[in-house]
C-alpha cells in the first residue's frame, strides 16, 4: 500500500479518505480461521473430528447390485503440517446400523502420507446402535496425482450371488485415466439399498485450508459423473438399469462453515463444493 494509506476490515484501501482499491484475499495457508479472527475469537476453531460432509445419495429396493461414477483428483491441500484425512468416493451400502459399505476411495492424509492415492474398500460394522465397531480392509494403496481421471465400479459378481443380496460376492473396482481395473473381492452379509454417486468424508479437519486448495473466490469441488446404476429385481445376477436420482446433501452441525454446498447437483451428477479460503 502506498505511504499514508489505510485499510479497513474489508481490505478496501483509502488514501486521504477516497477509496483507491482493494486488497484480493490472501490465497495462501493462515494458521486461524478467518471467521474467527473477525469475531475477535483468536482460538483456532472446533475441529472436525469425523462426519460425511457431503454426497448424493439415492435408495431403491429390493437392492443395487451396480454402481459406476467418473472424477477427477482435485489439488492437494496446502497444509503439510496438518494430519487430517479426506476421503471422496462412490459407495453401495446398506441403510441400517448394523451393516455395510463397498467403495473404491481416493484418500489424502493416508498413513501421514501428503498425497493422494487411491484403493478399493469394504467396511462394515456388526455392533447394535449407538455403539460402533467398525471394521475397514482395502486393496494395497497407489498413487495417483493431480487431475488423474478416476473411475469407480462397484457391482456384484453374477458367479457366487445369492438373489437376497445377503451372503454375496462383489467386485470393487477403480482405474485411473482409462488404465486397468484395480479389482477387489469382497464377500458380504449386507443389503445394499442405499447408493451413493460422490462422498467428502474428512477426519481431524481444524481448518478450511486443510481441504484441497481452490483460489479465491473460485470454490473448490469435485464432480462425479454416475454411468452406471443397476438393481437386482428377480435375480441377483441381473442388472436392471436404474434412472439416476442422486440427491445432494449436507451434513449439519459441523464444527467448520467452509461454504459446503450441492446445489449445483443434478441427478447424474453430484458436485461437491467448498470454500478453501473461509
Known sequence: ???????????????????????????????????????????????????????????????????????????????????????????????????????????????????????????WNTCSSPARCDTWTHTTPINVSVGDTI??????????????????????DYRVNGGIWHEYAVQTSYTMTRADNGVLEVYYLDSCYGLPFSAAPTPGSVTFTNWALARAYTHCYTFNSVTPNFVGQVASGLGLSCGWDTSSSTSSTTVLEWEYWR
Not at 477509496?19 to 480461521?33: A, E, F, I, S
Not at 451396480?66 to 451400502?93: A, K
Not at 458367479?159 to 443380496?165: A, L, P
Request: glycine content about 12%; aromatic content about 12%.
Open 1 to 123: 500500500m502506498p505511504d499514508g494509506a489505510s485499510l479497513d476490515g474489508e481490505g478496501n484501501v483509502y488514501v486521504g479518505g477516497v477509496r483507491t482499491g482493494k486488497v484480493p484475499p490472501c490465497q495462501y495457508v493462515r494458521p486461524l480461521d478467518a471467521e474467527a479472527l473477525e469475531d475477535g475469537n483468536l482460538d483456532p476453531p472446533a475441529a472436525i473430528s469425523h462426519a460425511w460432509v457431503e454426497w448424493g445419495s439415492q435408495t431403491t429396493t429390493p437392492w443395487f447390485n451396480e454402481i459406476g461414477s467418473t472424477w477427477v483428483v482435485p489439488n492437494s491441500p496446502l497444509t503439510p503440517w496438518s494430519n487430517q484425512i479426506i476421503y471422496m468416493f462412490n459407495d453401495v451400502q446398506s441403510v441400517t446400523w448394523i451393516g455395510g459399505i463397498l467403495q473404491p476411495v481416493l484418500a489424502w492424509g493416508w498413513g501421514g502420507l501428503h498425497s493422494w492415492v487411491m484403493m478399493d474398500a469394504y467396511a
Open 151 to 172: 473411475d469407480g465400479l462397484v457391482m456384484v459378481n453374477p458367479i457366487g450371488c445369492s438373489d437376497g443380496g445377503t451372503n454375496t460376492s462383489w467386485k470393487v
